[in-house]
């Protein structure tokens, strides 16, 4: 079964790089790889120094790339779709050309990026699939809609379809409005199916690891921090946490980075940590990646699912939401919590913790706090 490694992080903190690094060292390896660009903004081909294409292209023994590109995919995946949609906008009178524009719904480039994933996972044509994810917005965006969308899909889209079965006669004999037929529903149907099928396919963690890139900076190590939340409320597995353009001692940046590097620890911890130095050229071309895909992981194989725990657990009881947090060697001893808005932060004796909290805990008041010998759990009024 292929492996998928799906790199994720803000925009321009170098997930393209140690995603290329990532997949020409497990070509080194003797694994058959694909590495693949859903990212509207391209710029693996930049990387490797080689045209990429929109279909996957071999540029190395066991190393195939692709960038997928948007168009192409929204024909190939939300064509039917696309077709009804933009026949209704024309019947209302919009313009053909915004028409063509409109028919794609906001989020469906996107998701139709994404369903590549699907495509080459079931096809089985490579050993490891490595993903140069959209930026974290995009990311989670994609990855909440089946949860968003299930009660629609559920509930609404099939008696929607049995309504429209006995309406669409009597409705062509009075209008010549377009109707959706049979095959836009199943279109639709199979869009869905596709998309829940990679959904669950990414939430498997034997199957699936999903690697946060980031930089010891201020603003990026916050969304960092809020995607490590939220990925794992989706329940997806977060085996490594790689921080990119670490500066050597005696750097002018190396006081203010050792300061977040500690602020990393404290956050991600026990989520392996690698830490990338900073380089004082380009990391361009396939010998530099390799030489880079090296250093990252020295003796450890790309593939191998690096860390499968789940770090925290939210729930509800009776109102009342509990944030249980699972670390190994907890002191005992009385914690000490301080809270400010999505910022929580835990002192234990020498154990200290940030973490951040989801939107749904955010505003709420901490009510107490217990601690049990690997576990603290923190209940939220």
Not at 33 to 57: F, M, R, W
Not at 106 to 118: D, K, S
Not at 249 to 258: I, M, T, V
């Amino acid at each position: 079964m292929p492996r998928i490694i799906l790199f994720t992080g803000k925009g321009g903190v170098g997930k393209t790089t140690l995603s290329a690094a990532t997949a020409v060292h497990l070509a080194e390896l003797g694994r058959r790889v694909l590495v693949i660009s859903v990212d509207p903004a391209h710029s693996l081909s930049d990387v490797l120094e080689l045209e990429v294409g929109a279909e996957p292209k071999e540029i190395r023994d066991n190393l195939f790339a692709q960038e997928v590109d948007v168009y192409f995919s929204v024909e190939k995946f939300w064509g039917k779709l696309k077709t009804y949609l933009r026949d209704l906008l024309r019947w209302q009178g919009v313009d053909n050309f915004l028409a063509e524009e409109l028919a794609i719904l906001p989020g469906m480039e996107e998701v139709c990026c994404f369903l590549w994933i699907n495509k080459h996972f079931k096809e089985k044509n490579y050993d490891v699939i490595v993903v140069d994810s959209a930026p974290t917005g995009e990311t989670l965006r994609f990855l909440s809609l089946p949860d968003a969308a299930s009660w629609w899909v559920t509930k609404i889209l099939p008696l929607q379809r049995k309504v429209m079965k006995y309406v669409r006669p009597a409705a062509k004999m009075i209008t010549d409005m377009p109707l959706p037929e049979e095959e836009t529903y199943d279109a639709l149907e199979e869009l869905f199916k596709e998309v829940y099928t990679l959904y669950y396919t990414l939430q498997d963690p034997a199957i699936t690891s999903i690697r946060l890139v980031t930089n010891p900076e201020k603003m990026v190590l916050k969304e960092t921090e809020k995607a490590f939340t939220y990925l794992h409320l989706f329940g997806f597995n977060i085996d490594a946490i790689f921080v990119n353009r670490v500066v050597e001692e005696g750097d002018p940046l190396f006081p203010l980075q050792s300061k977040y590097l500690e602020r990393i620890k404290e956050a991600f911890e026990p989520t392996p940590i690698f830490l990338v130095p900073h380089w004082k050229e380009e990391v361009l071309g396939l010998e530099k990646l390799a030489h880079l895909g090296r250093l990252l992981y020295h003796h450890r194989a790309p593939d191998e699912v690096l860390y499968w725990d789940k770090p925290f657990e939210i729930g509800e009881v009776n109102g009342r939401f509990s944030l249980k947090i699972y670390v190994k060697d907890l002191p005992q001893a009385e914690p000490e919590i301080y809270h400010r808005e999505e910022d929580l932060i835990i002192k234990i004796k020498n154990f200290k913790r940030h973490f951040y909290l989801p939107k749904s805990l955010a505003k709420r008041e901490i009510e107490k706090a217990i601690l049990h010998r690997d576990l603290l759990e923190i209940v939220f009024k």
